[in-house]
């Protein structure tokens, strides 16, 4: 298996524009999360998929983020518009099965898309 | 407070020495407990999961869990250069169900 499948590995952006974020999970995994990972504030969950169904999108930082995940095989991260603060790595992660005691699945990552707004 | 607390480092250790990487997580709840490490540049890898009291071996990393104290720790015996990278601790919390990462904590092992 591939593994996560993350593009574009890194984007530069003016301030204002419409990003979007790729990832493709491994397949038969049913939950997918969306990471971003700052110097500041670490690793912060941004939202999370079951079986391509949104779950929690708490951590989502404000209405210029966008999630969806159309299919099994394929998910979207979107930020309209770009600021300079969402300058970050986001980090797309599959896991098969949830974090339920017990359960040894951990997350696997993908490789990440470095963002820069300018 | 913290959910998941790190000591930053970094911490250096002279090759074939026994790292030890500590965390405290706030919540009292808390089952599942994880050690992901992650390279300069490179995505985080889980390298170890705990869920009962007590230790866990795997290879040279032992991890540690005492649910009394909310404490968690990661050892690292014979430590390689290679094993220089940032460690991160990972606590699945119950309320939300997910899983909260700490800041991380730098290892340098010095050859």
């Known amino acids: 298996d591939a593994g996560v499948i993350q593009s574009p590995r890194h984007e530069v952006t003016e301030m204002g524009q419409e990003v979007t974020l790729r990832c493709k999970p491994i397949s038969g995994h049913d939950y997918l999360f969306w990471y971003r990972q700052t110097m500041m504030r670490g690793l912060e969950l941004l939202i999370y998929f079951n079986n391509n169904v949104p779950i929690d999108d708490s951590g989502m930082p404000e209405d210029r983020f966008s999630a969806k995940m159309p299919n099994a095989s394929f998910s979207t991260l979107k930020i309209q518009p770009s600021e300079p603060r969402d300058s970050a790595v986001y980090f797309c992660?599959?896991?098969?099965?949830?974090?339920?005691?017990?359960?040894?699945?951990?997350?696997?990552f993908g490789s990440g898309t470095r963002l820069t707004v300018v | 407070q913290k959910e998941v607390e790190q000591n930053s480092g970094p911490l250096s250790v002279p090759e074939g020495a026994i790292a030890s990487l500590n965390c405290t997580y706030s919540?009292?709840?808390?089952?599942?407990f994880f050690w992901y490490r992650q390279y300069s540049g490179k995505s985080p890898e889980l390298i170890m999961s705990i869920y009962s009291n007590g230790d866990k071996e795997d290879g040279r990393f032992t991890a540690q869990l005492n649910k009394a104290s909310q404490y968690v720790s990661l050892l690292i015996r014979d430590s390689q250069p290679s094993d220089s990278a940032t460690y991160l601790c990972a606590v699945l919390f119950l309320y939300g169900n997910k899983l909260v990462f700490g800041a991380g904590t730098i290892l340098r092992v010095k050859s």
């Open positions: 992660a599959s896991s098969l099965g949830g974090l339920g005691q017990g359960a040894n699945y951990g997350y696997t």
């Open positions: 919540d009292r709840g808390s089952q599942s």
